[in-house]
């Protein structure tokens, strides 16, 4: 059975294509294009009416916009399913809005992000951006300013979403 993600993506694809058939994108692209962006629409729309009904929503924006934000620079690892996806970035950044971390753990948890980071980041990038393989030290030196502004600024929310995105980066495969 072809998931919901890829079977709206392809349908609209076809539909772009059958509209613009000139259009220069091929339906796999644009079937791809469209994919994604579903899948962070998914994500955003259920995790924020989720956050409504438990009363976490600028939790869960913090959360989101941290990791998102973390993720472009490092990368990491990638479900295969979009609707997996979907499911477990709902989980996590629901769940991560009603961890409550003192300072002393906020600064500890953010400390271990940074060396993660600069131990594993940036992960699993290399097929997904079409930035040199030669300028990926300056994503990890990015990374680690962006994180490290999180020992002044001592947000619990941002820490762990960083702490957790940087988990990410583990490959024990490598």
């Keep these: 059975m072809t998931e919901l993600i890829d079977a709206l993506s392809l349908y609209m694809a076809k539909h772009i294509k059958s509209v613009v058939p ?14 994604v962006i ?10 924020i009416i ?7 929503v600028i939790e869960v924006v913090t959360v989101m916009a941290a990791f998102a934000f973390l993720r472009q620079l490092t ?11 979907v499911a477990v970035s709902t989980l ?5 809005s009603f961890i409550k971390l003192d300072y002393n753990w906020t600064i500890g948890v953010t400390l271990v992000s940074m060396l993660l980071i600069f131990v594993f980041a940036p992960a699993g990038i290399e ?14 030196s990015g990374a680690l300013i962006i994180v490290s502004f ?4 001592a947000n619990p929310f941002i820490a762990i979403s960083f702490f ?7 490959n024990i495969r490598r």
């Design 22 to 35: 000139d259009h220069p994108a091929s339906v796999p692209v644009l079937k791809h294009a469209l994919a």
């Design 38 to 47: 579903l899948n962070l629409v998914f994500i955003i729309s259920l995790t």
């Design 50 to 56: 989720i956050s409504i009904f438990t009363g976490n």
């Design 75 to 85: 990368g990491g690892i990638h479900l295969k399913s979009g609707m997996g996806c």
């Design 92 to 96: 996590l950044f629901t769940g991560l």
């Design 127 to 140: 097929r997904q951006t079409r930035i040199p393989p030669r300028y990926f030290p300056l994503l990890r």
């Design 150 to 153: 999180n020992l002044w600024i």
């Design 164 to 170: 957790v995105q940087s988990l990410s980066l583990i």
